[in-house]
């Protein structure tokens, strides 16, 4: 039937008419269906009346048309027709690069990140210590019971206009007052202020002249002195290390003289090194003592300084505000930049043959 | 546009002709299939599929026209009418005939024998398997050989 219908392949009609040839139940089968369509053929319907498009589809036609032109277009005209948007989009932008780039900003990010800068300035003057002993610069100090010992620390905090020549000034007046530093730290962090983090010693005498210069350097945001009394501790160091030197001389005197057993001698022997051991510890802890004493230390943080404005308390909130809004729009803006792609590519790789297959889906219906 | 009208136009009338009870529905139904082709915003595809996508279209419109007939109770009865002058005693033997068959087989008749669809076509259009159609069309014409032949009015 299918070889009538023309539906086979030339290859698979031609063995068809082969076997057609032959067989002569085929033969009847198909002489049926070839009478059966003939006589179908019989029904035959009017002829419609042809020519031009009838009046309900030219309207179709019209209409659609119209359609099509109020259709918006993905062309600027249709950017143009949506001020809105286009005003909502510009006000974020302003709102996004007044934020960042206005200075006064700047100096409340500087404030807030800044550690160092106390908010109320502490100054805790301390009395000059009373009679400190000439020699203490560089000498080993010989304390009296009419002296007392200080140890002295002295921490400032300052803000700087001019930070470039920080460094220059600060060693110029370590030398002028034959100070060492001892550590010192330099911090460049992008787009923020820079600080200068440093440990100091001065002479203990030189303390408060030197404090004096390095105030100058910029506006002191804070300053505090602290003066730790080690004159006990000194003594004590001092009386022990005097026992120590007498038991050593005893026991060299009993060395010396080698009366008793071996046994007892190298017991004395023993003692002896303990001793001298006890003696150099000893020794040492003075020394650093008296370094202490005589060199007092500064820590001392500068902070460059961004500010021109003052902002006041409603401008300051104002801009806080700014500073917030721009912060959720710069955070939204890139959470969806780093999103973006991969939805983009999942959209690619379910959406695609989704959409196909939908398509298919509807065309099958 | 006018070029599909003008192909199809007379193919599609016949369509609904054959297959409506009521004959002045089917210039109507016909002017309809090629609106609905208008306003769907489907592009027009390669010709061949134009085809089944019209008859698809068509055969829609078939359906939702049987369904709104059948909720009329004054519709004229589906297999009697009022014989129209154009109709001659051959054309109502058969489609008294066709009538008779099974609903699916007829369809599949009418789509091969009078609007020339091929097999692929017709699996198409009725979402059936290539298979069935080409089983249900010999049967049908097998089931018509009798029909056609027995019980002829001299």
New interface residues.
């Given amino acids: 039937m299918a070889y009538l219908d023309g539906e086979l392949s030339p290859a698979d009609a031609a063995e068809m008419a082969a076997h057609l040839a032959q067989c002569r139940t085929c033969q009847e089968t198909a002489a049926d269906m070839q009478a059966v369509s003939r006589q179908l053929a019989g029904w035959s319907t009017e002829t419609t009346e042809s020519g031009n498009l009838p009046p309900k589809i030219l309207t179709g036609l019209a209409e659609r048309a119209a359609g099509n032109a109020k259709r918006p277009k993905p062309t600027w005209s249709w950017l143009l027709t949506h001020r809105a948007w286009a005003a909502g989009a510009a006000v974020i932008v302003v709102i996004v690069l007044v934020d960042v780039f206005h200075p006064a900003t700047q100096k409340r990010l500087i404030s807030v990140a800044d550690p160092y800068a106390p908010n109320v300035p502490v100054r805790q003057a301390l009395a000059q210590p009373p009679g400190v002993i000439a020699g203490v610069i560089g000498g080993v100090v010989t304390p009296s019971p009419e002296t007392q010992l200080l140890v002295r620390t002295a921490d400032l905090s300052l803000t700087a206009r001019d930070f470039d020549n920080i460094r220059a000034k600060l060693d110029r007046i370590i030398l002028q007052f034959g100070g060492l530093v001892g550590e010192l730290n330099l911090n460049s962090p992008n787009g923020e202020a820079r600080t200068l983090n440093a440990s100091i010693h001065i002479p203990a005498a030189q303390l408060e002249a030197a404090l004096v210069e390095v105030r100058k350097l910029g506006h002191v945001d804070g300053e505090s002195q602290r003066g730790e009394d080690v004159t006990r501790q000194s003594v004590d160091l001092t009386a022990r290390l005097a026992n120590l030197r007498h038991t050593e001389e005893r026991l060299t005197e009993i060395l010396r003289t080698r009366t008793g057993k071996l046994s007892d001698v190298l017991e004395v022997e023993e003692k002896l090194d303990q001793v001298r051991g006890q003696i150099e510890q000893s020794e040492a802890e003075q020394k650093a003592l008296n370094n202490r004493v005589s060199f007092a230390t500064l820590s001392l943080t500068v902070t460059e300084d961004y500010a021109k404005a003052v902002s006041t308390g409603l401008g300051g909130a104002a801009l806080g505000g700014l500073h917030h809004a721009s912060n959720v729009i710069v955070a939204i803006a890139r959470a969806a930049l780093e999103a973006g792609p991969t939805v983009l590519l999942f959209a690619l790789l379910l959406g695609l043959p989704a959409y196909l297959l939908w398509k298919n889906f509807r065309h099958a219906r | 546009?006018?070029e599909l009208?003008?192909r199809y136009?007379?193919p599609l009338?016949?369509f609904f002709?054959?297959r409506l009870s009521n004959d002045a529905r089917a210039?109507d139904l016909?002017?309809e299939t090629?609106?609905a082709v208008?306003?769907a915003k489907v592009r027009y595809e390669p010709r061949a599929l134009v085809r089944t996508?019209l008859y698809a279209i068509a055969l829609k419109q078939v359906s939702a026209e049987r369904r709104w007939q059948a909720r009329r109770p004054a519709a004229a009865p589906l297999t009697e009418q009022a014989a129209s002058a154009?109709e001659d005693d051959?054309?109502i033997w058969?489609?008294q005939a066709i009538s008779k068959l099974e609903e699916m087989d007829r369809e599949i008749?009418l789509l091969?024998?009078?609007d020339d669809l091929?097999?692929s076509e017709i699996a198409?259009l009725l979402?059936l398997p290539l298979n069935t159609v080409?089983s249900r069309?010999?049967r049908a014409?097998?089931a018509?050989?009798n029909l056609?032949a027995g019980d002829r009015c001299q």
């Fill in positions: 546009m006018e009208f003008a136009r007379q009338y016949s002709r054959r210039d016909m002017q090629f609106l208008i306003r996508y154009h051959a054309a058969i489609k008749l091969r024998e009078y091929s097999y198409k979402h080409r069309l010999f014409r097998l018509l050989k056609l």
